[in-house]
């Protein structure tokens, strides 16, 4: 795209970036805004995951780090790793530099659908990191909060095995869980809009067509994903992400009312971009596995440039990791994604 | 006879759960199936419902569902299988590595393996190595299955193998490893006996390392 158009206009600040792709203008150049969480974070300022997992300050302090170090336009911010299954009362747990794993579930029948009716969201520790990275990095940047749909907070209280049992076993019962896991989505969203967000990022990440079927999506989880994103796009865009493959639903996605959908590596974006139409924002989808942990530098460029090439041309592209960066992925690949997002993506 | 069995290796397919708990009664009343040809029509079943999987036809709620009807039937035949069955399958102790608590993948294979008639004893996730180790010892396993999702578990994997080194238990008991993050150069880096991707695979090396 270099040469095209834009040459010669003022540069936009990131944040400008991010507005004009959602408003359908075409920016100066893509926005590049990787899924670096709180998982990948920490190192970058040389703590450990254990350190910033409940430490509000310590996680703010690691997003706005990378955020400094690799120059990318916009970040999430979390509440804090053991929040989203914490939100609902999972126990969680992290040992140094490990992923927090969720160490047990808590409902196991009908009978246990009672204990999730007190979601405590909005406890100010929560949301502490959030309105620090908003202060911080706000003004100039996209700050997207970061809320699990009802159907993955109903899988974490279950336990996803017994939740996707259930589909054939309790249909019913996948309901109800659905239906009481809602006020949570709910809750923390309009909390992190409170606190200042740019964007909702609403995660389904077992919703897609790589785990379930496209009816079972739509009969589960399409139904809850339109109706809290109805009631929270009001406010903020709604980005939402399912991981994997989800060419199968995309187009029950794209009426969701969401404003961008954010699109794993499995998915062609230019395949994509067909089904969804032009109204869309499409984020994504460099493999965070096989690209950013494991390919080189050549292999990062390579795959920036194949999705630039495939989706960028009219605007209404984010250029973004599928998923969450592993732990392990090198400094040097991270770096690469931005270098070449900006080499390739100037329109 | 052995039109049940089929109706009954249709209805795991299926994951009918009530069908195939009532088919494994209907086998037992007629008493003429011997514990091998149950057990191969369950493993057949089992290896149906992985490539109906990897073909994209079923999603990961139609392979549990039949991994739930593999289990209540086995609840049901398994005073009737005790009776007939000479050699048992082997002895297996299977479970997701410290620091991983990918369930799904495993528990399809501690289906399968039950429903090929294995013993199987599933430690569960994120089991440690002492846990490991304890058990393979404690029921003399003549096989160790360690899934392994994420690559970051390859300091446990490697920690499992040279504890069973140390301990002299390699001999005669043979590793496997598996899960999504595995590929041949993974696995042959860690140095475990075997590995496989999916159902079919992972039955098959089982078979081909307890040589039958
Ligand atoms: C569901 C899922 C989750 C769920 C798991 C819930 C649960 N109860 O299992 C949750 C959300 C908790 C989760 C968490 C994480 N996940 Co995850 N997850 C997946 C996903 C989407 C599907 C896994 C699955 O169930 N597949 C279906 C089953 C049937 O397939 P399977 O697991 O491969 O099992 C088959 C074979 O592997 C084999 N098999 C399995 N075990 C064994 C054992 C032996 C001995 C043998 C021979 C064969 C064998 O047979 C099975 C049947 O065919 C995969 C994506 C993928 N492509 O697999 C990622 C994936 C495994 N996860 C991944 C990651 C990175 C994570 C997290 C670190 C994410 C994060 N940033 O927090 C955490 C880690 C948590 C932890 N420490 O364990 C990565 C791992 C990549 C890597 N190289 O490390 C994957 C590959 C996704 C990706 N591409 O990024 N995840």
Redesign the pocket.
């Known amino acids: 795209m270099e040469g095209s158009s834009g040459a010669g206009r003022e540069p936009m600040t990131p944040k400008q970036r991010f507005q004009a792709v959602l408003a359908g203008d075409i920016p100066d150049t893509v926005p590049i805004i990787p899924v670096i969480?709180g998982?990948?974070a920490p190192q970058v300022i040389g703590r450990a995951n254990d350190e910033c997992f409940m430490d509000g300050g310590c996680l703010a302090a690691a997003l706005e780090g990378a955020l400094e170090r690799y120059g990318y336009d916009g970040t999430l911010a979390e509440m804090g790793?053991g929040s989203h299954p914490n939100v609902l009362g999972c126990p969680v747990e992290v040992e140094g530099n490990?992923?927090?794993?969720?160490v047990d579930t808590v409902v196991r029948d009908r009978r246990d659908l009672e204990k999730l009716a007190e979601p405590d969201p909005w406890s100010e520790r929560k949301m502490e990191p959030v309105r620090r990275l908003v202060d911080s990095v706000g003004a100039g940047h996209a700050v997207l909060g970061s809320v699990r749909s009802p159907f993955?907070y109903a899988?974490?209280v279950r336990?996803?095995?017994g939740f996707m049992t259930d589909f054939y076993r309790d249909p019913e019962f996948v309901h109800e869980l659905i239906a009481a896991t809602k006020p949570a989505t709910l809750a923390v969203g309009r909390a992190l809009i409170e606190a200042g967000v740019d964007a909702l990022v609403i995660k389904d990440?077992?919703a897609?067509s790589?785990?379930i079927s496209p009816d079972h999506y739509r009969r589960f989880a399409f139904p809850a994903e339109a109706e809290v994103i109805g009631e929270l796009a009001g406010e903020v865009p709604v980005i939402l992400h399912i991981?994997?493959n989800s060419m199968p639903i995309l187009a029950e996605m794209a009426r969701t009312g969401a404003a961008v959908l954010e699109l794993?590596?499995p998915v062609d974006l230019a395949g994509a971009r067909r089904v969804v139409g032009e109204g869309i924002v499409l984020k994504g989808n460099i493999?965070?596995?096989?690209v950013m942990?494991?390919g080189s530098v050549a292999d990062v460029e390579q795959a920036v440039r194949v999705a630039i090439e495939a989706a960028a041309a009219e605007g209404r592209f984010i250029l973004s990791t599928?998923?969450?960066i592993?732990?392990?992925a090198p400094e040097e690949n991270v770096a690469a994604l931005v270098e070449y997002g900006r080499k390739y993506g100037r329109y | 006879m052995s039109q049940t069995l089929e109706q009954f290796k249709q209805a795991i397919v299926a994951g009918d759960v009530d069908g195939s708990v009532a088919l494994s009664a209907a086998i037992i009343a007629e008493g003429d199936a011997t514990a091998e040809q149950i057990t191969d029509h369950l493993s057949a079943a089992m290896e149906e419902v992985?490539s109906r999987?990897?073909t994209g036809e079923y999603f990961?709620p139609e392979?549990l569902r039949s991994a739930e009807a593999v289990e209540r039937s086995l609840a049901v035949l398994e005073p009737y299988l005790f009776e007939r069955q000479h050699d048992q399958g082997g002895v297996v102790v299977?479970g997701?590595v410290k620091?991983?608590?990918?369930?799904?993948?495993?528990?399809?294979?501690v289906s399968?393996l039950k429903a090929a008639g294995y013993e199987v004893h599933d430690l569960g996730?994120?089991v440690s190595t002492a846990k490991f180790i304890d058990k393979v010892k404690q029921v003399d396993a003549d096989l160790l299955?360690?899934?392994?999702?994420?690559?970051?578990?390859r300091p446990a994997l490697l920690e499992i193998l040279a504890v069973l080194e140390d301990e002299g238990l390699r001999d005669n008991l043979k590793v496997?490893?598996?899960?999504?993050?595995?590929s041949p150069e993974f696995a042959r880096e860690v140095g475990?006996d075997?590995?496989?991707?999916?159902?079919k695979?992972?039955l098959a090396?089982?078979r081909k390392l307890l040589g039958d």
């Not at chain 2, 620091?99 to 294979?109: A, L, S, T, Y």
């Open positions: 969480d998982y990948y790793l490990d992923v927090p794993l969720v993955e899988a974490t336990g996803l095995v990440s077992f897609s790589s785990m991981c994997r794993d590596s493999d965070a596995v096989a942990e494991k599928g998923d969450s592993p732990l392990a | 992985g999987y990897e990961i392979m299977m997701t620091g991983d608590i990918h369930n799904i993948g495993k528990n399809i294979i399968a996730v994120n299955l360690l899934s392994a999702f994420t690559t970051s578990t496997i490893s598996g899960g999504a993050s595995h475990v075997g590995f496989a991707v999916d159902v695979s992972t090396v089982c």
